[in-house]
């Protein structure tokens, strides 16, 4: 009887530790595609504002020209 508790109780921790491997790769693999989606959305603020900049600096040599 100690041999089936003991061969039980291995089999359900190597079950119960493969299901807690493939959920800690789902959590990863979702963590770095979130990173990835938020790299790209600073990079693309990062454009607008630089375009923004650039808009406001002719703007503002427009107004001393006309001075």
């Not at 990173?35 to 503002?60: G, I, K, N, P």
């Amino acid at each position: 009887i100690p041999f089936i508790l003991v061969a039980t109780f291995t089999m359900l921790n190597l079950f119960i530790a493969v299901v807690v491997n493939a959920m800690q790769q789902d959590y990863h693999e979702e963590e770095v595609a979130q990173a990835e989606a938020a790299h790209e959305e600073r990079e693309m603020l990062l454009s607008e504002v630089r375009a923004l900049r650039q808009d406001v600096q002719t703007l503002s040599g427009q107004i001393r020209s006309r001075e």
